[in-house]
């Protein structure tokens, strides 16, 4: 646990791995993904626990909330999700990647992976 703790720190500490707030579900949904706070609370523990024992944990921005659902459903089977826990993780990190996307253009500009999903609701995507 604390090794884990201190490679979590390494890597820019809790922040990297934010808790999701009431904005986060409106972040889910703008993204396709209908959930609860409590599901995402519940994907991130999820995160945490279950997908950090073969490597570190990617922050949620490495890859786009549209590129989460697959690779999670590639590594359901690594972490032997059910299909349940396999959604909340799911919903926790493509609410949690189009937080970042949407916050860091400014300190990040030119970051090439910023997707068109995360454009402002009411913003036509197409
Ligand atoms: C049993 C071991 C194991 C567990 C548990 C596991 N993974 Fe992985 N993961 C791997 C391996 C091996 C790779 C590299 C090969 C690949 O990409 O399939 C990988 C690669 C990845 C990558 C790509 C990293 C890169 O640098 O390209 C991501 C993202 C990822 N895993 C996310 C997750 C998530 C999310 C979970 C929990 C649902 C999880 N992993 C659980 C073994 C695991």
């Known amino acids: 646990m604390a090794a884990a703790a201190l490679l979590l720190a390494a890597c820019g500490g809790a922040a990297a791995i934010p808790n999701p707030t009431a ?7 703008r993204n396709g993904q209908v ?15 279950r997908c950090s024992s073969c490597h570190n944990l990617k922050a949620p921005k490495f890859l786009a909330p549209r590129d989460w659902p697959e690779m999670v459903e590639r590594m359901a089977g690594n972490a032997q999700l059910t299909a349940d826990q ?11 990647s189009a937080a970042a996307y949407d916050t860091s253009s400014v300190a990040n500009p030119g970051a090439g992976k910023a997707p068109a999903d995360t454009a402002p609701a009411g913003t036509p995507v197409h």
Do not use: D, I, N
Request: glycine content about 4%; charged content about 20%; aromatic content about 10%.
């Open 23 to 29: 904005k986060s579900v409106e972040y889910a949904q």
């Open 35 to 49: 959930t609860t706070l409590p599901t995402l609370k519940l994907g991130r523990k999820l995160y945490l626990s």
């Open 86 to 96: 396999q959604r909340a993780v799911t919903q926790y990190l493509v609410s949690a």
